[in-house]
């Protein structure tokens, strides 16, 4: 009896395993790029968090995509078709995790990676059959977004035209709960900007900006009186001030500058030599 491959493997991927890796990479940039949205865009508003979703999700399953076929060349995809699974994918994991973090808040990153990783990564179908799989491991791994990758990308690559439609529902259907938990339960997610909150930031923001002029002037009038006080011929007792005059250089040259600037009464020994004097150091 002879054995032969209706659709072989590729010669970049002899073990098949190309397509489990680049679903599994779509799924762990999905939601750790929600978690970066959740850290450094934590003003975003629902829809704009779910359009930064997206956007990114259409960048990340491009990259992925263009590195495995055009620069790697492990796989030859369907290049459309894979591009917009993989941001399909990346979509539906980044809202599971904001789904989360509306409903548990800082730990939505355990329940995110148990179902996402510890559940959806052996059960997915990619580095083994569902056929070999312990049934109910095979039937939940069906379910779950990382194995609806998997199948989607496996049709796509070895069965152009003959694509089925439940990975794209499996996918869906976790996208449309996700974004539903995420905008009806939104005022429980710890980012988002309120009226209020909004308003707050704005006086927040005007008055750092009040007090940083009033630190740059502070300073410009700290500077000036540091250079005022520390001239030559400042204090002299003319001025009536008394500090004594810091006029740099040796005695002599000390008393003609104090002559040449302070503007101080004639003393007893001045008035006899004809010049001004003041008291230096």
Known sequence: MTVRDVNPLQSGDPRGLALFYISLAAVIVGFVGAIQLSVHARGLDPLERIACTAVYALLGGFTIAAVVDWWLGALHLPFTQSWLILAFTMFTCGMVFTMFNTLVGRWAMLPTWGVMVLLGNPSSGGAVSWPLLPSVLGHIGQWLPPGASVNAQHTAVYFRGHQHVFPYLVLAAWALVSCAVFWIWRHRHPGGRTPKAAAHAARERTERRRWGCHRRRSRLNRAARARRTTAPGYGCP???????????????????????????PRTGAARRAGRRCCRTR
């Open 238 to 264: 003319g001025r009536r001030s008394r500090r004594r005059c810091c006029v740099p250089g040796d005695r002599r040259s000390r008393r003609r500058s104090a002559a040449r600037r302070c503007p101080g």
